[in-house]
């Protein structure tokens, strides 16, 4: 089984040297710059020459989490398509603000071979949490289980596995809006049927939360926006994002799209 490793990344020039020093190798790995304006535009350039097998996506301009996921999820279904990879593979996604360990990526993969989920979330121990934080995470999680019709224990949990055809099921779909796509993720993979774990259990060394009392209200909206697409078959509308020049990120290494 391939795994494709994806992390999006935004003015992390303090943590993302730490965090792509840590990774795992022989796996590819698509970095996403999401209009970064401090350093990290420069530490992901230097760290990706040379690996064949990374791949650095850059926003010339900061479209939020979700719409850098997106891109990564895209180039990801565009070497599917290619043969490069097949449908058992995972994605894994994670942070790039160093909350997620690297060693959970292993302890990921095996779960994921010992019960072949369709989509893994982790689960986070709150211990470290405010308790305004741990309120606003159940809240989201509820909102996604009536949605979904499956029990989501913290389904804004950003280390996650997709298998590729779970992930092919729901792109169409996804639409994406800050901090929308781990809700909207989950809830189509609740409606897909896929076989769903967020029982995966895992310790966050630091606590960092850029999510505002509106991002609640824009989940929901969004979950519920990909829960109707989906019902209805609906498109979202992403077609820049799935149309990048994905040819030359595959010559070049690199791109930058300028929307």
């Not at 992901?44 to 996506?57: K, P, T």
């Not at 900061?62 to 891109?71: D, L, P, Q, T, V």
């Not at 990801?76 to 043969?83: D, E, I, K, R």
């Not at 595959?250 to 799209?257: C, D, E, K, P, R």
Request: with cysteine; glycine share 6%.
């Amino acid at each position: 089984m391939n795994t494709v490793l994806l992390i999006p990344v935004y003015n992390e020039e303090e943590n993302i040297s730490e965090v792509l020093e840590s990774l795992p190798d022989q796996m590819t790995i698509i970095l996403v710059d999401d209009g970064s304006i401090d350093g990290s535009a420069e530490i992901l350039d230097h760290w990706c020459q040379g690996r064949a097998n990374s791949f650095l996506i850059r926003f010339q301009r900061n479209r939020g989490k979700s719409k850098a996921m997106i891109a990564g999820f895209a180039f990801t279904l565009y070497l599917l398509s290619h043969g490069d990879l097949n449908s058992h593979d995972l994605l894994i996604a994670m942070d790039g603000d160093g909350q997620h360990q690297a060693d959970y990526i292993e302890k990921l993969i095996t779960y994921n071979q010992q019960h072949d989920f369709g989509m893994v979330i982790g689960c986070r121990d709150f211990s470290n949490y405010p308790a305004i934080k741990v309120l606003g995470n159940r809240l989201m999680s509820l909102s996604a289980s009536l949605i979904g019709g499956f029990p989501f224990k913290d389904v804004e949990c950003g280390l996650r596995s997709i298998r590729l055809d779970s992930l092919k099921v729901m792109m169409p779909f996804l639409s994406g809006q800050n901090y929308s796509l781990e809700q909207e993720t989950a809830v189509l993979a609740a409606r897909c049927n896929c076989t769903i774990s967020n029982d995966f259990l895992i310790t966050v060394p630091i606590f960092k939360s850029n999510t505002k009392l509106w991002d609640v209200v824009i989940n929901l909206t969004f979950s519920l926006a990909a829960a109707l697409r989906f019902f209805l078959k609906i498109n979202s509308s992403n077609q820049d994002l799935l149309s990048l020049p994905f040819e030359k990120l595959l010559s070049s290494g690199s791109i930058t799209y300028s929307p």
